[in-house]
C-alpha cells in the first residue's frame, strides 16, 4: 500500500495538484486519493479492486477500471498518474508505441460492451476502457518496480 501511496504524492506534486492527499480505512479494503483537482478511490469489493473516479468538474464516475488483485490495480494508478504528470511537464509521451502495438499477445481480450474489454492474463484480470486497456495489457506482465522505471525514464 505504501508504494500506492507514495506514487500519489510523487506525481500529484509533479502535475501540481492543490490539497492532495491518501487516507485509507483501517482494514485497507478502501484508499482515497483526493486533491481539488481530480480524486481516486481504489475500493476492495466482491473479491476485486475497484477504481472510481472524480473528475476536474467535480463529476464521480464509479467502476472506470476493476481488477482481480491489488498488484493489478496498483500498476494501473501508477501508470495512469504518471502519464497525467508527464503531460503536463511536457515529458515524452510514454503510452503511444504500446497502443499503437495492439493489445499485448500474452493477454486473452473479450470485448464485454463496446469500448468495454476484459483482459485476461496469468497475473490476473482487469476490465478497462478502450486506449487505456490497449495500454495496460502490456503492463500487467510487468512488476510494479518495472512500472515505476518506466514512468519515470526522461525525466529530468
Given amino acids: 500500500m505504501s508504494r500506492l501511496l507514495n506514487n500519489w504524492m510523487v506525481w500529484s506534486t509533479v502535475i501540481q495538484l492543490a490539497n492532495a492527499s491518501a487516507a ?9 486519493f483526493t486533491s481539488d483537482d481530480a ?4 475500493r476492495h469489493s466482491e473479491g476485486r479492486w475497484i477504481v472510481d473516479e472524480v473528475d476536474d468538474r467535480g463529476q464521480r464516475h464509479d467502476d472506470t477500471a476493476s481488477f482481480s488483485s491489488f498488484e493489478l490495480a496498483e500498476k494501473y494508478l501508477i501508470w495512469n498518474w504518471a502519464s ?5 511537464i511536457r ?4 503510452g503511444r508505441r504500446l497502443y499503437a502495438g495492439g493489445f499485448s499477445p500474452e493477454v ?16 490476473g484480470d482487469a476490465v478497462l476502457m478502450g486506449v487505456r486497456a490497449t495500454i495496460f495489457s ?11 522505471r518506466m514512468v519515470r525514464q526522461d525525466l529530468t
Wanted: aromatic share 8%.
Fill in 84 to 88: 497525467a504528470a508527464r503531460s503536463a
Fill in 138 to 148: 502490456h503492463l500487467m506482465s510487468r512488476s510494479a518496480e518495472e512500472v515505476e
Fill in 24 to 32: 485509507t480505512d483501517d482494514d485497507g479494503a478502501r484508499v482515497c
Fill in 39 to 42: 480524486s481516486f478511490y481504489l
Fill in 91 to 94: 515529458a515524452p509521451v510514454l
Fill in 108 to 123: 486473452q481480450v473479450h470485448q464485454l460492451r463496446e469500448g468495454i474489454y476484459k483482459l485476461t492474463s496469468p497475473f
